[in-house]
C-alpha cells in the first residue's frame, strides 16, 4: 500500500536571479562541449578498424558443419525448420549415399533476411549440424543473394572452421561495457 | 593585374568590380565550406572525426554534397504555389548576398600614382549600416514565402514562428545598434570601424565591444535569431515540424536556403565584427595600413575574425537545446528589450553629457545589468521558466491502485 508520505514530489528546479539570466549556465555549457572538442575520439573507422566483439556468443550469420570425413553433418531430421520461429528454413532431405545415416540434406537453404538470428535452429539440431558463427558484415544485393544454399552454408564453416562458436556462454563473461572478454 | 585594372578604369568603380568578382566567389566557397565545418565542430563535439571520406580530410566533402543536389529529383508538392515555391529559395539566398555590398573588407588601398585611396569594399553607402540592417529584415521572405506556397501546415507554421521571431528580434538588434551608432556618430560603416582603430595606453585597440559588451552580448543573441541558427530556429524545428519551412524542398532548392542561411551568417558576422571588433584593424598596429600587403594582412585579419564568429555559431548551435516558442518571445519582449532600451537611454544621457566613448560608457552598460539582475532577483520576474501566473506544480499523480 502507496502512503501519502512515501511519495516523493518533484517539480522543475527553481532557478535564482542570475540563472534566470541564462549566462552561467550557457558559459558552463559551452564550456562543456569546448572540453569534448579536444577529447579523443570514440569513432571507430568501420573498413580499415574493427572493435572487438562485445559478447563471444554473438549469433551471426549460419554454417553447416561437416564432419571429421567432410560430409555435410546434418542428417535431415528438420528439428531446426521445425524450431524456427521465422520459418526460414527450407530443406529437401534424399536418402543417404553413406551406410551410417538415411538421410541428408540434397537441399538446405535458409534466409538469411527473414531470420531474426535467434539461435533455436543451433538449439535444436541434435547433431551439432547447424550452428551460428559472429560473423556479422554478411551483405548482397539481391534478396535471392540472400538466400543462402548449402554450399555456400557449408562454405562458412570451411572459413570459420577454426572458431568454435560458443552456445551456451557463462553469463557471468556477458559484459556491456564494450570492453572485450578475454 | 589589379593595378592595370585600377589605372584603366582610374576610379573607384573599376576597383569595385574587382572587388565584386574576387568576394562573391570568395564568400560561396566559405558558405561551402562552412557546411563542410558545421559538420566537422558538430562532430568534434560529440566525439566523433565528421566527415573524412571524400578527399584527404573530408575536405571535397562540399563538392561531393553539391552534385549530390544537382543531381536529385527535383520534386514539387502538388498545389503549391508555383512561382512562390521557386522563387523563395532565390529570395532567401539572394538577399542574404546583398549585404556583402557595404562591408568594409580590408580598409583603404593606395596604390602608386593615385591620388585618391581606393576603399576595399564594394560600396560605400552613407548609409551603410541602415542598408545591412535592412536587408537583413528582409531575409525572412524567403522563409516566410517557403511556408505560404508549400501547402503544407508544417511549413506553414514554420514561416508563422520565423516572421513572428524575425518582427520581435529586429526591435532589440536595432536598439543595440543605435547604441554604436549613437555613440560613435557615424552610419558608414568603414568610419565606425576607423574609430576603433586607435588605441588605448598605446595597445588596447578601442574597440566597441570593451565600451559596449552588454549592447554586443544582445546584437549577438538577435544575429543568432536572425539568421536562424539554434537555439532559436524555431521555424525549422525538426521535432515538431518535421523540417518547419523547408519541409516540402529538395535537391537544390532546399540547398539554396543553407546556402542562403551561412551567407546570412557571414554577413551577420562581419556586421558584429564591423561594429564590435575593430572591422580589419589588427590589433596592434595602430594606423590604417595602406600598402598591398597591409591590405592583404587587413583582409586576412577580417577574414579571421569572421571565422571565429562563425565557429561561435556552430559552438553554441551545438550546445545549447532549442526554446520554447513562449520562451522565445519572452526573452525578447521581457528581456532584451528592456534592457536595451535601458542601453540607448543610458548613451542618450553620456552623449548629453558630452562623454560618448569613453569609460562611462562601461559603467553605464554594467549598471544597466546590475539593475536588471537586482530588478529580477528581487521582485522575481519571471523572464524564463515557470511563469507567475500558471497554477502551482503539483507532481501527486495517483498511482493506479494506489490510496492517494
Ligand atoms: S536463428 Fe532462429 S530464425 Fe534464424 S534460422 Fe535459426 S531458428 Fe530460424
Ligand atoms: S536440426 Fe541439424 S541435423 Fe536436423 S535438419 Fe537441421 S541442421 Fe540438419
Redesign the interface.
Known amino acids: 500500500?502507496?502512503?501519502?508520505e512515501d511519495?516523493i514530489?518533484?517539480?522543475?528546479p527553481?532557478?535564482?536571479?542570475?540563472g534566470?539570466?541564462?549566462f552561467g549556465e550557457?558559459a558552463r555549457?559551452?564550456g562543456?562541449?569546448?572540453g569534448?572538442?579536444f577529447?579523443?575520439?570514440?569513432?571507430v573507422?568501420y573498413p580499415e578498424e574493427e572493435r572487438p566483439l562485445r559478447v563471444q556468443n554473438y549469433r551471426g550469420v549460419h554454417r553447416l558443419n561437416r564432419d571429421p570425413d567432410e560430409r555435410v553433418a546434418c542428417v535431415s531430421c528438420f528439428m531446426c525448420s521445425t524450431a524456427c520461429p521465422a520459418h526460414c528454413i527450407h530443406i529437401e532431405a534424399g536418402e543417404s549415399p553413406w551406410p551410417d545415416r538415411e538421410k541428408y540434406p540434397v537441399k538446405f537453404e535458409i534466409d538469411e533476411l527473414r531470420c531474426i538470428y535467434c539461435g533455436m535452429c543451433e538449439e535444436a539440431c541434435p547433431v551439432d549440424a547447424i550452428e551460428l558463427t559472429t560473423e556479422f558484415d554478411i551483405v548482397g544485393l539481391t534478396r535471392e543473394e540472400m538466400v543462402f544454399d548449402k554450399e555456400k552454408l557449408l562454405e562458412v564453416y570451411d572459413q570459420t572452421k577454426q572458431v568454435k562458436p560458443r552456445k551456451n556462454p557463462k553469463i557471468t563473461g556477458y559484459s556491456y561495457t564494450g570492453k572485450p572478454q578475454q | 593585374m589589379v593595378d592595370w585594372l585600377v589605372i584603366q578604369f582610374h576610379t573607384q568603380l573599376g576597383f569595385s568590380i574587382v572587388l565584386l568578382l574576387v568576394v562573391i566567389p570568395a564568400v560561396l566557397t566559405g558558405v561551402g565550406y562552412s557546411t563542410y565545418f558545421e559538420r566537422k565542430v558538430s562532430a568534434w563535439l560529440q566525439d566523433r572525426h565528421g566527415p573524412n571520406r571524400a578527399g584527404p580530410l573530408g575536405l571535397l566533402q562540399p563538392v561531393a554534397d553539391g552534385v549530390k543536389f544537382l543531381l536529385k529529383e527535383d520534386f514539387m508538392p502538388a498545389g503549391a504555389d508555383r512561382p512562390l515555391y521557386i522563387l523563395a529559395p532565390m529570395l532567401s539566398m539572394g538577399i542574404a548576398m546583398l549585404g556583402l555590398a557595404v562591408i568594409p573588407w580590408g580598409g583603404s588601398y593606395q596604390p602608386a600614382g593615385l591620388a585618391e585611396p581606393l576603399q576595399v569594399q564594394v560600396a560605400g553607402l552613407d548609409i551603410g549600416l541602415l542598408y545591412l540592417l535592412a536587408v537583413g529584415a528582409l531575409g525572412v521572405y524567403g522563409v516566410v514565402l517557403a511556408g505560404w506556397s508549400s501547402n503544407n501546415k508544417y511549413a506553414f507554421y514554420g514561416g508563422l514562428r520565423a516572421a513572428a521571431q524575425m518582427v520581435s528580434y529586429e526591435i532589440p538588434l536595432g536598439l543595440s545598434i543605435l547604441v554604436i551608432v549613437l555613440a560613435s556618430g557615424q552610419l558608414r560603416l568603414e568610419n565606425i570601424v576607423e574609430q576603433q582603430t586607435a588605441l588605448w595606453w598605446g595597445f588596447l585597440p578601442q574597440w566597441n565591444i570593451f565600451l559596449h559588451p552588454v549592447s554586443f552580448i544582445i546584437m549577438f543573441t538577435c544575429v543568432l535569431a536572425e539568421t536562424n541558427r539554434a537555439p532559436f530556429d524555431l521555424a525549422e524545428c525538426e521535432q515538431e515540424l518535421v523540417g518547419g519551412f523547408h519541409t516540402e524542398y529538395n535537391a537544390m532548392k532546399w540547398a539554396m536556403f543553407f546556402l542562403g542561411e551561412y551567407t546570412h551568417m557571414i554577413v551577420g558576422s562581419a556586421f558584429m565584427v564591423c561594429l564590435f571588433f575593430g572591422g580589419w584593424h589588427v590589433p596592434g598596429l595602430a594606423a590604417e595600413q595602406t600598402t598591398l600587403w597591409g591590405v592583404l594582412l587587413q583582409l586576412a585579419v577580417m577574414g579571421a575574425k569572421i571565422s571565429i564568429f562563425i565557429f561561435v555559431f556552430m559552438w553554441i548551435r551545438w550546445t545549447l537545446p532549442r526554446f520554447r516558442f513562449d520562451q522565445l518571445m519572452r526573452l525578447c519582449w521581457k528581456g532584451l528589450l528592456p534592457v536595451s532600451l535601458a542601453l540607448a537611454l543610458v548613451v542618450v544621457v553620456e552623449l548629453f553629457f558630452n562623454v560618448p566613448r569613453s569609460y562611462w560608457s562601461l559603467i553605464g552598460e554594467v549598471g544597466v545589468v546590475a539593475v536588471a539582475l537586482v530588478a529580477v532577483s528581487l521582485f522575481r520576474i519571471p523572464v524564463t521558466g515557470r511563469q507567475w501566473y500558471l497554477p502551482d506544480l503539483d507532481n501527486r499523480t495517483p498511482l493506479r491502485g494506489g490510496s492517494v
Open positions: 500500500m502507496i502512503k501519502p511519495i514530489r518533484i517539480g522543475p527553481q532557478l535564482d536571479g542570475v534566470r539570466m541564462y550557457i555549457g559551452l562543456i562541449t569546448l569534448h572538442l577529447k579523443k575520439k570514440k569513432t573507422q
